[in-house]
């Protein structure tokens, strides 16, 4: 079966800091991987996706970057946060068009 | 991008009644799922539908697609305190396109 890690769970960073999150999937060989932020009241919005090794595909304009060093390994880093970054950021994958599976997710907080 | 509605945004009923949330659009989606996210954890997939006029039953969750494929309901029959959650519809197929509606807040009062 496959399953879905994000780490840290929880991340306190202050403004100007660098960021990185991680995602791994286990149990599936060439997933689409995505990497969503969910702030208060403006539901779940999708950052980048990526389709295979070094394919990424950015939604939003930002400060924040995504790579896909390895099959099932995607990164959300940043070089400067800001205090707007702050949100739950959550990795999903999927095999099909239409369903998405996703991880813990990590909460993020710029002081 | 389809712009998904969703309603209501909150709701808040005691067990054992019974519930209908709503997902809307003015587009027609080649699919839909609805997802229930618990808070500080990922969404978890409920259910995907793709024919217009389809209806899935989950338990007590019954998933119906409409017959235009422009909007969704989601009915849970004797709602319990472990149906508490963010109920999220999701329309579309691929990365391209698709998006997430802002989500119903249910709350089950014991």
């Known amino acids: 079966s496959q399953t879905i890690h994000q780490w840290p769970a929880t991340l306190v960073q202050p403004v100007g800091s660098p960021l990185s999150l991680e995602c791994t999937v286990e149990g599936t060989s060439n997933p689409n991987l995505y990497w969503y932020r969910q702030a208060a009241g403006r539901g779940l919005q999708l950052l980048f996706y990526?389709?295979?090794?070094?394919?990424i595909s950015s939604e939003v304009p930002q400060n924040l970057s995504a790579s896909r060093p390895q099959d099932r390994q995607f990164i959300l880093s940043s070089k400067k946060l800001l205090l707007s970054d702050s949100g739950f950021y959550l990795c999903?994958?999927?095999?099909?068009?239409?369903?998405?599976?996703f991880g813990p997710g990590t909460r993020l907080t710029v002081t | 991008t389809q712009l998904l509605e969703q309603s209501p945004q909150f709701l808040s009923i005691q067990e054992g009644e019974n519930l209908t949330v709503y997902c809307n659009s003015s587009?027609?989606?080649?699919?839909l799922q609805w997802y229930r996210q618990e808070p500080g954890e990922g969404p978890v997939l409920l259910v995907t539908v793709v024919t217009g006029g389809e209806v899935k039953k989950l338990k007590r969750l019954t998933f119906q697609f409409g017959d235009a494929r422009k909007d969704s309901s989601l009915h849970i029959t004797a709602a319990q305190p472990g149906d508490t959650g963010l109920y999220l519809c999701?329309?579309?197929?691929?990365?391209?396109?698709?998006?997430f509606g802002k989500g119903t807040h249910l709350i089950i009062q014991p």
């Open positions: 587009s027609v989606f080649s699919s």
């Open positions: 999903a994958w999927s095999f099909t068009d239409y369903e998405q599976y």
């Open positions: 990526s389709v295979g090794i070094g394919q």
């Open positions: 999701r329309a579309g197929g691929g990365a391209d396109g698709l998006t």
